[in-house]
């Protein structure tokens, strides 16, 4: 092939990479809103792991897909995003085979997260915060207008 340039597997044309047949390749990159607040759990043997649902919207439709993020990526996403937070995810997409306790066999397919990134600014996401956070002053003290109230 003329242009052509051949580099290990990969064989590059007119500055196109090009991917051999025998090449397999798994990642996924997300980018939405989380419908719900994540909930840090902790597996029987100790780890962290959380999962929730990513809104992600096409021409004329939405898509929920649900990732579940382990140990630090976890800590991270239940620390720092809340419900309708806008966030990104790169991982890989995983299905699984379970039983339900009727006996039904079903599959789940899941995005692992690998990486989790922030798609607003610090100051956006910091006027998305509730502030009921912000504790009222106590009920017992009063607050004193002037330096000559106060007794010493």
Avoid: H
Avoid at 70 to 88: D, L
């Amino acid at each position: 092939m003329q242009g052509c340039i051949r580099w290990g597997n990969y064989q590059t044309v007119r500055g196109v990479v090009q991917v051999m047949a025998n090449f397999n390749f798994n990642t996924v990159i997300i980018g939405g809103r989380l419908c719900a607040a994540p909930e840090l759990k902790t597996t029987t043997n100790g780890t962290v792991v959380t999962s929730f649902d990513v809104a992600v919207s096409r021409q004329d439709n939405t898509d929920f897909l649900r990732v579940v993020a382990w140990k630090n990526t976890a800590e991270f996403v239940c620390k720092y995003f809340g419900k309708g937070s806008s966030i990104c995810v790169k991982g890989e997409l995983q299905t699984r085979k379970y039983e339900t306790k009727n006996g039904e066999k079903r599959t789940a397919t899941e995005i692992i997260a690998r990486d989790v990134y922030f798609v607003d600014s610090k100051s956006e996401r910091a006027a998305d915060k509730p502030t009921d956070d912000i504790p009222e002053p106590p009920a017992q003290f009063e607050p004193i207008s002037t330096d000559e109230e106060l007794p010493f």
